[in-house]
């Protein structure tokens, strides 16, 4: 799903047991968040978790709605704790009012499995973008949705604070690129694409 004015990507990952989870939950206004409660209740999903990229404003802006519908508190890489805590701060330079974010209370690492009905997604540990940031792959279904970290033909910005261009490269060579030429590659923003794709023909990191 495609929210917000930053037109960030929300994902909903679910399988045969109906056991689902969402991450980067960007909805905003109540247009956004029934849109997302009725898919929700439409395809019968359960949700279980509730995951962060990392803690742009953009990517968290349904923090609270998940946390009130569905008593989910959010779940992220400790080292996004201060992006986290300053997102106030930075929806005011965008005129948006964020309130009452909901604290995490468990983290996730480099290696970690979260686990949904019959299937899992590991955790890579991949700051560039911004310090903390993880992505989400499945190693059975070969996906992984990597938040701002790839995107096609391009990468995340590393001119925001914490922002590392050796940093990010280096990740996306050694974590993303290492995963196999044919994993779907779900971005924060824009279209899918493919490792195979990016290692060709993206033109600032290069396999």
Same mark, same amino acid.
């Given at each position: 799903?495609?929210? &917000?004015?930053?037109?960030?990507?929300?994902?909903?990952?679910?399988?045969?047991?109906?056991?689902?989870?969402?991450?980067?939950?960007?909805?905003?206004?109540?247009?956004?968040?029934?849109?997302?409660?009725?898919?929700?209740?439409?395809?019968?999903?359960?949700?279980?978790?509730?995951?962060?990229?990392?803690?742009?404003?953009?990517?968290?802006?349904?923090?609270?709605?998940?946390?009130?519908?569905?008593?989910?508190?959010?779940?992220?890489?400790?080292?996004?704790?201060?992006?986290?805590?300053?997102?106030?701060?930075?929806?005011?330079?965008?005129?948006?009012?964020?309130?009452?974010?909901?604290?995490?209370?468990?983290?996730?690492?480099?290696?970690?499995?979260?686990?949904?009905? &019959?299937?899992?997604?590991?955790?890579?540990?991949?700051?560039?973008?911004?310090?903390?940031?993880?992505?989400?792959?499945?190693?059975?279904?070969?996906?992984?949705?990597?938040?701002?970290?790839?995107?096609?033909?391009?990468?995340?910005?590393?001119?925001?604070?914490?922002?590392?261009?050796?940093?990010?490269?280096?990740?996306?060579? #050694?974590?993303?690129?290492?995963?196999?030429?044919?994993?779907?590659?779900?971005?924060?923003?824009?279209?899918?694409?493919?490792?195979?794709?990016?290692?060709? #023909?993206?033109?600032?990191?290069?396999?």
């Amino acid at each position: 799903m495609v929210f &917000n004015a930053f037109q960030e990507n929300t994902f909903l990952v679910w399988d045969e047991t109906r056991e689902c989870v969402i991450i980067d939950p960007g909805c905003e206004g109540s247009a956004e968040q029934n849109e997302l409660t009725e898919f929700i209740n439409n395809n019968d999903l359960k949700l279980v978790g509730h995951l962060y990229t990392h803690c742009h404003i953009d990517h968290i802006l349904g923090n609270a709605y998940v946390f009130e519908t569905y008593g989910l508190r959010p779940v992220m890489h400790r080292d996004s704790l201060p992006v986290f805590h300053s997102a106030g701060d930075h929806g005011k330079m965008f005129g948006i009012e964020v309130d009452g974010l909901i604290e995490p209370e468990t983290f996730l690492k480099e290696g970690d499995e979260v686990k949904f009905g &019959n299937h899992a997604l590991e955790v890579l540990h991949t700051p560039g973008h911004v310090n903390g940031h993880i992505c989400f792959a499945n190693r059975d279904e070969k996906f992984v949705i990597v938040g701002d970290v790839l995107f096609r033909d391009s990468i995340g910005r590393t001119d925001l604070p914490t922002g590392d261009f050796d940093l990010l490269s280096h990740n996306i060579q #050694n974590k993303l690129y290492t995963l196999g030429r044919d994993f779907t590659v779900h971005p924060g923003h824009g279209p899918s694409t493919t490792i195979g794709y990016e290692m060709l #023909n993206n033109p600032f990191v290069k396999g």
